[in-house]
């Protein structure tokens, strides 16, 4: 009886109100701590694109710094040369990527079902999108470089960012594909196609505008990649242009070069503070160009998502 | 255009073992990576500037200096990997507690709307260069941390460790809150809606219900983040320094395992001389020790409690 009495005193006393509201004030403040913390995230990424365009402003609005080559003179400097390099390295990184990776992405989605071969293909890519970017430099160096004889050149540079890439356009070509329903291929098998036709006529076209998007952000990442050029010797001080690929094609694959976020890297380290300026111009390009491939992306997988209403 | 039956069936074959041929291709590519490296670093540990196999794999392991490119070549892992520790774990302080917060706070709090509009800008902070985190980190970071140490008479070096792991602690962030969300979404609406009927708060079945029931996602998507942090270069090779040492002093400059690799590769490497195979071997650590992470975080995500 005892033991009852105390209880109901228990209860008679408890404020549930305001525990009620208290629980309720905590829960509040956890999500005024998620809503700071991820302003802070996005604060982060404000502050880096001020503080490069306050410090590179006056080489970022000056035409000559797009059209000259790199200088021992801080504010005759340029980056012509390494812009070049990089739209060079970049084609030849996106060509590798879209033969090796759109293919194995088909391959593991529509063919290789729950293969074996298929499994550990699969377990290899998402292996390999976690090895860290220096290591393909290292493979670089170590294979195109010396073994295969390409030289410090565009080639092998577009390769080894081409290979960095493969993991995400695999994966996202799958998801594209994935996102096609069975009805569509029973459709077409039962009209009489062909596996290649109907994969030809219907599974690539529906699902491009995923792929693309994948390899859009798989490319926006690759162009600031520094760390795997740097070990495929990506010289610092070009003051030439590789040859036109119209006018000399193997010229220009083995030509050196130099790339944006390279150039980049070398201004940095060095002490005068001008050529920090510099290099904060260098890095607020590259920003604009990862902002810029981004929105495509973005623009393009919503476009994607209301064309394709399955 | 009408082909006959036996065309199609061929291109069919033939188109199959194209598209077999070309996955089969990063298979190459792993074995490519393993051989180079391994081969490199056996003859790391058979060249004589090193002292021949074993002296150099246990100078390798007992020697507390390296500097395989000095003349008085010391070949001890340890500093580097001292720095890349201290990197790695500083930080991992910085993203273990902001990935949860922002992760709980846009898979159970924010609203539809919300989402969307964060998650492309989470999404473009990882296409951001690393080379411009590694300015950041040297030119904007450190002056804060060096105007905010001075009062209390601590002397910070314009190179050191504790400003290029905060920046890598936030740069790694979307991609290790990202995950840690999905493995929030992969818990089933049902738990929640379970513990709020029995008058449970938001924060409490965040906490004591989606928490536990995703916790391996949550542990390999840390795991993912810490090995990511110890194979980050350029913010490292910018703001860290070069000067390999055993500290726990975070304001002293060091170097990290990949600080090494940028720092030897962009001197002039002959194919083949001690140097260069240092790099290799260097490298062939790097790959292990984020291989045995990503294998156990792969494992743990596997295990994974289905609903």
Do not use: C
Not at chain 1, 37 to 60: K, Q, Y
Not at chain 1, 284 to 296: E, R, T, W
Not at chain 2, 183 to 201: D, I, M, N, T, W
């Amino acid at each position: 009886m005892e033991v009852r009495e105390e209880l109901e005193v228990r209860l008679r006393e408890f404020d549930a109100e305001g525990y009620t509201k208290s629980v309720r004030r905590k829960d509040k403040l956890f999500e005024v701590l998620g809503i700071v913390a991820t302003l802070f995230i996005l604060l982060f990424l404000f502050a880096i694109a001020l503080d490069l365009l306050i410090d590179g402003w006056h080489r970022i609005k000056d035409p000559k710094f797009y059209t000259s080559y790199p200088s021992r003179f801080p504010e005759e400097a340029g980056i012509l040369s390494s812009w070049v390099g990089t739209v060079y390295v970049m084609l030849g990184a996106i060509f590798w990527a879209v033969v090796l990776g759109i293919p194995a992405g088909i391959y593991l989605e529509e063919y290789g079902g729950k293969g074996r071969i298929a499994r550990i293909i699969e377990a290899n890519i998402s292996n390999l999108a976690a090895v860290p970017s220096i290591v393909y430099g290292l493979l670089a160096l170590g294979i195109f470089v010396y073994r295969f004889e390409f030289g410090e050149s565009v080639l092998t540079a577009g390769l080894t960012l081409g290979l960095l890439m493969l993991p995400v356009v695999v994966v996202s070509t799958r998801e594209a594909i994935r996102r096609i329903p069975r009805s569509i291929r029973e459709a077409a098998y039962a009209l009489g196609a062909t596996r290649w036709e109907t994969l030809f006529h219907h599974i690539l076209p529906y699902s491009l505008g995923g792929i693309l998007t994948g390899l859009i952000i798989a490319a926006s990442r690759a162009i600031g990649e520094t760390a795997p050029l740097i070990t495929v010797g990506a010289l610092t001080f070009i003051a030439f242009l590789p040859p036109a690929p119209w006018e000399d094609f193997v010229g220009m694959l083995k030509s050196p070069f130099t790339v944006l976020p390279i150039q980049m890297f070398n201004w940095v380290s060095r002490p005068q503070e001008e050529f920090h300026y510099n290099a904060a111009a260098a890095g607020f390009v590259l920003l604009v160009i990862a902002l810029l491939m981004n929105s495509v992306a973005f623009y393009l997988r919503f476009k994607v998502r209301r064309k394709y209403q399955w | 255009m009408t082909l006959s039956l036996g065309v199609k069936k061929f291109i069919d074959t033939a188109l199959y073992v194209f598209l077999m041929l070309m996955g089969a291709v990063s298979i190459f590519v792993t074995f490519a990576i393993v051989w180079v490296l391994l081969i490199d670093t056996i003859r790391f540990f058979t060249h004589p500037d090193g002292g021949g196999f074993p002296t150099s794999l246990i100078r390798f392991f007992t020697e507390t200096q390296w500097t395989p490119t000095f003349y008085d070549k010391q070949i001890g892992i340890w500093p580097l990997l001292n720095g890349t520790l201290m990197i790695a774990f500083i930080s991992m302080l910085v993203s273990i507690p902001l990935g949860i917060i922002i992760a709980i706070y846009l898979s159970e709090y924010a609203s539809w709307k919300v989402r969307e509009t964060v998650k492309p800008w989470l999404d473009f902070l990882e296409a951001v260069p690393t080379v411009v985190y590694g300015y950041f980190a040297l030119l904007f970071i450190t002056p804060i941390l060096q105007k905010f140490f001075s009062p209390f008479g601590i002397y910070m070096e314009g190179m050191n460790a504790l400003s290029p792991g905060i920046v890598i602690g936030i740069m790694i962030l979307p991609f290790t809150a990202s995950m840690i969300e999905d493995a929030f979404k992969g818990v089933p609406q049902y738990l929640r809606e379970a513990s709020y009927s029995l008058g449970a708060s938001k924060l409490r079945t965040a906490l004591f219900v989606v928490l536990p029931a995703a916790k391996s996602g949550v542990l390999s998507a840390y795991l993912l983040g810490f090995s990511r942090a110890i194979g980050e270069t350029m913010v490292v090779a910018v703001a860290a320094g070069m000067y390999p040492q055993i500290t726990a002093n975070p304001l002293e400059p060091i170097q990290t395992v990949t600080g090494y690799i940028v720092q030897v590769a962009l001197g002039d490497l002959p194919f083949g001389s001690f140097e260069y195979l240092s790099i290799f071997a260097a490298g062939f650590m790097l790959f292990v020790i984020t291989l045995v992470l990503n294998s156990i975080a792969v494992y743990l995500k596997s295990k994974a409690v289905g609903y």
